[in-house]
């Protein structure tokens, strides 16, 4: 008998530290930048998985193939989805890491999701910073409003968009364009997202961000928006923009650490 009682009190010591394994180990999606593709995300993808986490690199809608092919409401379920699939794969806790147009949509994602492990945010940028430069991009918002107003929402047309400060054709509808650049838009720059989302987030956020990016002139008043909490970091590598992911990699993995 007690023998039997021993391995029983052993079996249940065994299942305890797995259920708590199982609890800790955290799963990441992350989200590539706007025209850009999962490879983006490549090498600190490898880096998360040598080092044990659960990762998934989905492509995103507005990635180069699909951009804007989906709203940004419907981008986000699929941020829903790929969640899920870290946790079928064993993933106790979830977090989001998005680069540039990902990092905001990471933190609006993050404002609706108090449940996340975490938040982190490499370059978060809504090309553009601001509207008073982009004379091409204001038309093609105006346009999408007046095909809302006469009906058209679901029709594809061609639009201008912004990425890194240069002009780039879009094809899509207006609504979908719209619900990442029209008024009404949880990331529609960062600026207005301190106002609108950044006062919401009630998980940990790392912020990373390039000393030579341009796009992370106001991270810091940014960040300042954030309700603070203890693991709430904001660091800074040396970087461009494109170059943020690859040099943030050592600051992720403290970070990380942290979290567990």
């Known amino acids: 008998m007690r023998r039997l009682l021993a391995v029983a009190g052993l079996c249940a ?16 999606v992350l989200m590539h930048g706007k025209t850009g593709m999962p490879s983006q995300l490549a090498k600190l993808g490898a880096a ?3 080092s044990g986490y659960l990762v998934d690199a989905p492509e995103m809608c507005w990635s180069k193939n699909r951009i804007f092919d989906k709203p940004l409401d419907d981008c986000m379920a699929e941020i829903d989805k790929a969640a899920a699939d870290l946790k079928s794969r064993g993933a106790g806790r979830i977090v989001v890491l998005g680069m540039s147009q990902g990092g905001a949509v990471a933190l609006a994602y993050g404002a609706r999701h108090p449940e996340l492990a975490g938040i982190i945010a ?21 346009s999408a409003q007046a095909m809302m107003e006469a009906g ?14 240069k002009t780039i054709p879009v094809h899509a509808t207006p609504q979908n364009f719209l619900s990442f650049h029209g008024p009404d838009s949880p990331i529609v720059t960062i600026k207005a997202m301190m106002t609108t989302v950044l006062p919401k987030l009630a998980e940990p956020l790392l912020w990373v961000s390039g000393d030579r990016d341009a796009s992370q002139g106001i991270a810091g008043k940014a960040f300042a928006t954030v309700p603070h909490k203890p693991l709430d ?28």
């Open 13 to 28: 010591a065994l299942l305890g530290a797995t259920s708590a394994d199982a609890a800790g180990t955290i799963g990441l």
């Open 48 to 50: 998360l998985t040598a």
């Open 122 to 142: 490499l370059a978060p940028a809504a090309d553009p910073t601001g509207l008073s430069n982009y004379a091409d991009l204001q038309r093609s918002i105006k």
């Open 152 to 165: 058209q929402a679901e029709t594809a047309t061609d639009f201008n968009d912004i990425v890194n400060g």
């Open 233 to 260: 970091r904001h660091v800074a590598v040396e970087a461009d923009h494109v170059g943020t992911p690859d040099a943030a990699i050592p600051a992720v993995q403290d970070w990380l650490k942290l979290l567990k």
